[in-house]
């Protein structure tokens, strides 16, 4: 049974609606609920059912996610430890990017800024070290030379 007050479904056997507290009819013992009938007449005629198949399909959300550039974050991640790879997966994200409507264009530019300048400074220390290295090699080689840097070195230091 329907309560003819608030429309809830309540005990065929109770005196008062336990959600509104009004006195039920006896001819709402038998009766649909009142209130199912008059959306569907105010709906037009239309179901609940049809009417939210419509809600449902006028009003779909409109967010979709944007799909991420792996190659560019992998590119910008490994550019602080692995410079060569964090430079292939950047220039791999900076060419994706073209098809992906330049999503991730930003971190693969940064990637290889990053990639570029660890190269670099990693030659830059090879080189040093190189001339480095062979100025120490020609200076055991001779070994008048090799005294007198020891001999220097110690004198600086504060042995001699």
């Known amino acids: 049974m329907f309560c003819s007050n608030c429309g809830r479904e309540i005990s065929d056997g109770a005196a008062i609606c336990p959600y509104c507290a009004a006195k039920p009819d006896a001819k709402s013992a038998d009766a649909p609920n009142p209130f199912t ?5 105010s709906n037009g005629g239309r179901s609940q059912q049809q009417y939210q198949q419509q809600y449902q399909q006028q009003y779909q959300p ?3 996610p944007s799909p991420t550039n792996g190659f560019a974050i992998a590119g910008l ?8 790879l964090g430079l292939i997966f950047s220039c791999i994200g900076l060419s994706r990017s ?7 264009k930003g971190l693969s530019i940064a990637g290889l800024v990053i990639s570029l300048l660890w190269l ?5 220390i ?5 001339v480095v290295l062979g100025a120490l090699v020609d200076t055991l080689n001779d070994p008048n030379t090799y005294y007198d840097t020891v001999n220097m070195a110690m004198a600086y230091i504060g042995v001699l």
């Open 120 to 124: 670099v400074a990693v030659v830059i």
């Open 126 to 130: 090879i080189v040093v070290y190189a």
């Open 98 to 104: 073209k098809t992906m409507n330049g999503e991730g």
């Open 37 to 41: 009938e008059t959306r569907e007449q």
């Open 62 to 64: 409109q967010y979709q």
């Open 77 to 84: 991640v490994c550019a602080f430890f692995f410079p060569l």
